[in-house]
């Protein structure tokens, strides 16, 4: 073919020329259309827009999709950076690609406050567009992986920003999609980006390996090759080297040394039966010892993106352990192009995936739970749990009957039990873990068999704790939903406590008259009807209040500049005169030389707090936190105003006070062991230290720790907070 276009176009017809199950004539319209649109626009490298068009269009053609994703990738930006619109999509290419380019496209011209607001609506709309039409992510995940292999030219922030987003969202798509390639391209690029040091030093690793695995993988190939003929027909094997991702995880994520890592070096069989991979897999436990505990059987087990083969990690006589991956061609297509495969091999009768469906169907579960979601659910919450049901670190686990349940990585038997069905979750007492009684927090491993055990009780249902405790989205919803339908009444309180709970810690007082208007506004800007509409859905844990405390405080603060009335009144807090000395403990007492002073145990006020002192009979000053339960929102109405005192902390002693923290847990190895290397870390001296297991199965650690100041104590519990299982942190009463 005579070369006629540039940018790589040409390039690009060649492989849609060799193929020839493509409309060209269709595909050069688009480019064309496209090359016209996008005139004049450049990307950050300088180089002509149009050139990332035409590379993800060569991604899609390398993966087998249609000409109608070929096209809708040529058109992928032109609604998004151009004035072209998607009525002018359909109308030149056809409902269906512009379908495809307006599910690719961002919702760049909707108001959104926040960056985390525009990531999780981009990614709702994206999810609701692929579960029309999968070849929706599929041209997004093209488009992703051509920006990571152009990131450089991209400031640092933005190349963060990006490369962590394609880790915890594209990635994990990519390999529930089963297209291994981009997904192991798409870590290794993210990576490199986010931890250049780490990924270097693996690469330096593998560099260093290189003459080893040059000869090895080989002499494996031939060893094997020789013994298969005995054995299947035609046989075809090879090599690869494990990614550098998949190096990464199990080196910095599960703390192992390079040389603990057993599978970085594989040999693939491909034969033409199941009966040949049973068959290959005893010649290949006859040439080579085999590791214990490293067979896996994913033909009788598939993955939940369908992957099937199966694994065993082997040592030869050179001592260098690899794994050995077997499967049939009809496997392979579908571990190497996963969905993809279906455009791929459907014109082949021998390819024909009668399965599509089956392999989409997580896709439609997954928006289906999206759309069960309780309301009030925050951007943050929304991806968390996007990222929870996208998480591909799985665990097999057997019912009594044989019925096996896939969950994610760290799930507990009551994520199980929901699994199992809605009424098994909630009429849940315990559960046997291979025949041993085991705890509701109890973290669940591939092969252990689950019997979860049920009552007939009819008001018996789960507990609010198990929201703590669950890992899967579709658990934690289903509990919520309980609780919305089943405990209203109780549910308000709970949750009006919860709230008042909240405005305590985080310093926001309203006078009595102002706290319903107050009240009256969040019920709006959550889009509840009343109050106790608000409360419930706390109470149920549709609406975290956590998660919307910033929120909350910016309206406390628009609140208060609208109406200073809204304050309740605040003791008059002059500065000290010389009437008022600084108190041995560092406290100054305003018209007090060197009084007695205590620190109430009520509150345990610590240097930086608002304080306030009380006369007491025979004892001296209590000092008390401004906002203590036990201090009058009024003095001036108290029924002895005359007993409170100003007092103020003297800002030239160093403090060395004790506080007390309540830590609320779920228990788990070296748990006490993270908690005192966050206690060294912030300079924390430790005065005493208890730990119990609640009934529950969680535990309580009391810690009594020495604070310079509040801020001390913040950084302290802002660290704390860092710590894996730690559910919440109180300061408690002394």
Request: glycine fraction near 6%; charge should be negative; include cysteine.
């Amino acid at each position: 073919m005579d070369k006629q276009f540039g940018n790589g176009f040409d390039e690009l017809l060649s492989m849609v020329d060799e193929s020839n199950s493509y409309d060209r004539d269709l595909i050069i319209k688009a480019y064309k259309k496209a090359e016209a649109l996008h005139a004049g626009q450049t990307r950050f490298s300088g180089e002509p827009y149009i050139i990332h068009p035409i590379e993800v269009a060569k991604i899609l053609v390398s993966l087998g999709l249609d000409t109608q994703s070929i096209v809708a990738a040529l058109l992928h930006d032109v609604i998004e950076d151009t004035d072209e619109t998607k009525e002018d999509v359909e109308k030149e290419f056809g409902k269906d690609v512009a379908f495809l380019v307006e599910g690719v496209t961002k919702l760049g011209k909707v108001d959104i406050k926040s960056k985390v607001e525009q990531q999780a609506e981009n990614i709702r709309k994206m999810l609701l567009a692929m579960a029309e039409d999968v070849r929706v992510i599929i041209i997004k995940l093209a488009d992703r992986l051509h920006n990571m292999r152009t990131l450089d030219f991209m400031y640092e922030a933005k190349r963060r920003e990006k490369a962590l987003e394609t880790l915890e969202i594209f990635a994990p798509i990519a390999h529930r999609l089963g297209i291994r390639a981009l997904k192991e391209e798409l870590e290794d690029l993210a990576i490199r980006h986010l931890d250049p040091v780490g990924y270097e030093e693996i690469k330096n690793r593998l560099s260093q390996n290189s003459v080893v695995s040059k000869d090895l993988i080989p002499s494996i190939i031939r060893k094997i090759s020789e013994r298969l003929k005995e054995t299947v027909e035609n046989p075809h094997i090879d090599g690869r080297i494990k990614s550098v991702t998949g190096i990464y995880r199990k080196m910095y994520m599960q703390n192992r040394s390079f040389d603990e890592i057993y599978d970085i070096y594989a040999v693939r069989i491909i034969v033409d039966s199941v009966n040949d991979c049973y068959n290959c897999l005893g010649v290949i436990h006859d040439m080579f010892r085999p590791i214990p505990g490293r067979f896996k059987d994913y033909i009788a087990t598939p993955k939940p993106n369908m992957y099937q083969s199966l694994h065993s990690t082997v040592i030869g006589k050179e001592g260098i352990p690899f794994e050995v991956q077997i499967r049939t061609w009809e496997m392979h297509r579908t571990a190497e192009y996963g969905i993809a495969a279906h455009w791929k091999y459907k014109s082949g009768v021998k390819g024909k995936d009668d399965k599509f469906d089956e392999k989409i169907a997580w896709i439609h579960e997954m928006v289906d739970k999206q759309n069960e979601q309780t309301d009030g659910e925050t951007p943050e919450e929304f991806l968390y749990t996007v990222k929870s049901d996208l998480e591909f670190e799985e665990v097999f686990v057997f019912t009594p009957q044989g019925d096996v349940k896939t969950l994610p990585k760290n799930s507990t038997i009551i994520d199980f039990a929901y699994a199992i069905h809605t009424q098994v979750g909630h009429k849940m007492t315990g559960a046997k873990v291979n025949g041993r009684m085991v705890p509701l927090d109890y973290i669940l491993h591939t092969g252990e068999i689950c019997d979860i055990i049920t009552t007939k009780q009819e008001d018996k249902g789960p507990s609010r704790d198990w929201l703590n405790i669950v890992r899967t989205s579709e658990a934690r919803n289903k509990i919520r939903s309980w609780f919305k339908k089943e405990k209203r009444e109780e549910n308000i309180v709970a949750g009006k406590s919860e709230l008042e709970k909240e405005f305590k810690r985080n310093y926001i007082r309203l006078s009595d008259d102002k706290y319903d208007e107050f009240i009256n506004r969040l019920v709006a800007r959550q889009k509840c009807n009343t109050a106790d509409e608000l409360y419930a859905k706390i109470g149920y844990g549709g609406i975290s209040v956590s998660r919307i405390m910033p929120s909350i405080k910016d309206l406390y603060k628009q609140f208060v500049l609208e109406d200073s009335d809204a304050l309740p009144p605040k003791p008059a807090m002059p500065q000290p005169n010389r009437h008022s000395l600084s108190n041995k403990d560092g406290i100054i007492v305003e018209g007090f030389d060197d009084c007695q002073i205590k620190l109430s145990k009520c509150c345990n006020p610590l240097p930086g707090d608002r304080i306030i002192g009380f006369i007491t009979r025979g004892h001296g000053v209590s000092i008390h936190k401004r906002d203590c339960m036990n201090v009058p929102r009024d003095i001036a109405e108290s029924e002895e105003p005359g007993r409170w005192l100003n007092a103020y902390w003297d800002d030239d002693i160093k403090f060395n006070l004790n506080t007390t923290l309540s830590i609320f847990c779920i228990d788990r190895e070296n748990l006490l062991a993270d908690i005192m290397k966050a206690c060294y870390e912030i300079k924390i001296n430790i005065s005493n230290i208890e730990a119990r297991v609640l009934k529950n199965g969680n535990s309580i650690i009391t810690l009594g720790i020495v604070v310079d100041n509040t801020e001390h104590l913040n950084n302290f519990l802002a660290r704390l907070k860092k710590v894996d299982n730690i559910i919440s942190v109180e300061r408690a009463s002394m």
